[in-house]
């Protein structure tokens, strides 16, 4: 069985604020290099812990459109509230997972949740852009919110635990429905442990270092940067590093480094469409794009206050 093999290790210093509530740095790689090997995922927003004050106006984003892909947050510590034109509405917390299908059109805030926002404290959580195939583009919205409990959960042999949001691993699954196959686990590694993971051939798949180091690849370097962890035969990610795996290989070897690891995992099938990001649109086409700006013109992505 062929390991997989990192392609070239991304990072990413510089922040931004969405809004005022989330204080976040890009992690996937822009323009289209590498496009093809960090799909269907578009955009990675990292909010590495950040402590807030009490308020009583809680920090957030207001009220914004989306269409043609999905939005998936994932709470670290804090708590993130969310409302949309359907209706739909919750709150996430440490553990939990908001799967929100924006499709056709949605129109929807995000912010800290009030009586969280009012003690405050440490908020760390990390959205991810889900491309949605032509075909479903244009579907209804949705929204999931999926419990911490809810979740997959793997022990590995050297001690560490794999939490599945979604995709297949050792028999257990995630509980997100996706529209094409997707993985999205969550891997504590210990410390100096080296795990395999069966990873689909031919999906893409990348790895970003929440917390400590990991090391990975089977030994050869294609691309990527070599660091300290080369000499155990593979290419060392640091924390706040994305590695980028070649597509070939169903196996995903990771090693923790002496302090241990946690480590976001992000798989997926290629869907193979062109495709055109505009703002908080992203469609096939250029005429596609246009028609999103008018049918968010002419209201009809519904309404929210
Ligand atoms: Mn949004």
């Given at each position: 069985m062929t390991t997989r093999t990192i392609h070239a290790v991304h990072r990413n210093d510089q922040f931004h604020w969405v809004g005022d509530g989330f204080y976040v740095n890009q992690l996937l790689p822009t323009g289209p290099e590498l496009a093809h090997l960090t799909e269907p995922f578009l955009l990675m927003d990292y909010n590495p812990v950040k402590e807030y004050p009490p308020t009583d106006v809680p920090r957030g984003v207001g009220v914004h459109p989306h269409r043609g892909f999905e939005t998936v947050t994932l709470a670290f510590e804090g708590a993130v509230a969310h409302h949309d034109s359907t209706g739909a509405g919750g709150v996430i917390y440490p553990g939990d997972v908001q799967w929100m299908t924006a499709a056709r059109g949605i129109l929807h805030k995000e912010y800290h949740e009030a009586e969280w926002a009012k003690v405050g404290g440490r908020f760390h959580m990390v959205q991810l852009w889900v491309n949605l195939p032509a075909k479903h583009k244009m579907d209804e919205p949705g929204y999931q919110g999926l419990t911490a409990e809810s979740m997959g959960k793997v022990k590995l042999e050297g001690g560490g635990v794999v939490t599945l949001v979604a995709g297949e691993l050792d028999g257990e699954v995630g509980p997100a429905r996706t529209f094409t196959p997707i993985e999205l686990w969550d891997a504590e590694l210990v410390a100096d442990e080296t795990a395999e993971?069966?990873?689909p051939d031919g999906h893409n798949l990348m790895v970003f270092v929440i917390d400590g180091e990991v090391t990975s690849g089977d030994g050869h370097v294609n691309g990527a940067h070599q660091g300290?962890?080369?000499?155990?035969?593979?290419?060392?990610?640091?924390?706040?590093?994305?590695?980028?795996?070649?597509?070939?290989?169903?196996?995903?070897?990771?090693?923790?480094g002496p302090l241990g690891a946690r480590v976001l995992v992000l798989g997926g099938e290629p869907i193979n469409e062109p495709v055109l990001f505009h703002g908080p649109f992203v469609m096939n086409t250029r005429e596609e794009i246009i028609a999103a700006y008018e049918d968010f013109r002419r209201g009809k992505f519904g309404h929210l206050e």
């Open positions: 993971l069966a990873v300290a962890g080369a000499g155990r035969g593979g290419v060392r990610l640091a924390q706040q590093e994305l590695g980028i795996f070649n597509r070939e290989g169903s196996v995903l070897r990771l090693t923790a």
